[in-house]
């Protein structure tokens, strides 16, 4: 069962490109969260979403930001008018199905956006 | 509002000895789960366990386990016997349950391990 796939796992954009980030999520898992680590910070939520849902954006930039995660194909985290402070790595994390109180988020091995 | 705190920046362990991260955490709801990854230096997260906060026992996954002292919100992470392999950073995290399931993480700073020989 392959993990949480995520691509590019490092992207190099200029100030002001759009940065396109990928997540699919592991086999069975309909629950897709996109996480942001700064450099000596711990993760910090983004947004939350189930196939075709937003559930939770209270943590995604108003500006620039937006993500979808569609009925075919992979989650997509989209930044526009990237900004150097946008550097970053990504995280997506997936789980399944709401199966009760255990349910672990599996972390992919992130995108490394630098912006230059 | 939810708070993880791990006061603990740097912690150094001899090889084949136990060590303690330390984490406390501040919320107000009732039901919510607790998480430890880590993150080695090439960056990937790795789930280590998970503590439920009605689990009446301590949460073990092999050379892991959660000391889980639910009056005084912590939830520190035993590594014992430490490896070499060890040396990583490592986040505790938590999650409150909403409705059938866990929702977003909320992670602490990171405590980075040194395992020497």
């Known amino acids: 069962n392959a993990g949480v796939m995520q691509n590019p796992r490092h992207l190099v954009r200029r100030r002001g490109q759009e940065a396109r980030l990928r997540c699919s999520p592991m086999k069975g898992h309909s629950h897709v969260y996109w996480y942001r680590q700064l450099p000596e910070e711990g993760l910090k939520f983004m947004v939350y979403?189930?196939?075709?849902?937003?559930?939770?954006e209270s943590g995604m930039p108003k500006e620039r930001f937006s993500a979808e995660f569609p009925k075919e194909g992979p989650s997509i985290l989209r930044i526009q008018q990237v900004v150097r402070g946008d550097s970053a790595a990504y995280f997506c994390?997936?789980?399944?199905?709401?199966?009760?109180?255990?349910?672990?988020?599996?972390f992919g091995p992130g995108t490394r956006l630098t912006v230059l | 509002a939810q708070k993880i705190t791990q006061t603990q920046p740097g912690m150094f362990v001899q090889e084949k000895e136990a060590v303690t991260l330390d984490c406390t955490y501040d919320t107000s709801d009732q039901s919510y789960g607790l998480f430890w990854y880590k993150q080695p230096s090439s960056g990937e997260m790795i789930f280590l366990i998970y503590?439920?906060?009605?689990?009446?026992q301590n949460a073990t996954e092999g050379r892991y386990s959660l000391n889980f002292q639910k009056a005084r919100k912590s939830a520190n992470l035993v590594i014992s016997a430490s490896q070499l392999g060890d040396s990583a950073m490592y986040f505790c995290?938590?999650?409150?349950?909403?409705?059938?399931?866990?929702?977003?993480?909320?992670f602490g700073r990171g405590t980075q391990l040194t395992v020497w020989p």
């Open positions: 979403l189930q196939k075709e849902n937003i559930i939770d």
């Open positions: 503590q439920g906060s009605y689990d009446e």
């Open positions: 994390a997936s789980s399944p199905p709401g199966t009760g109180f255990r349910d672990t988020q599996y």
């Open positions: 995290a938590m999650s409150p349950w909403r409705g059938s399931t866990l929702g977003r993480l909320y």
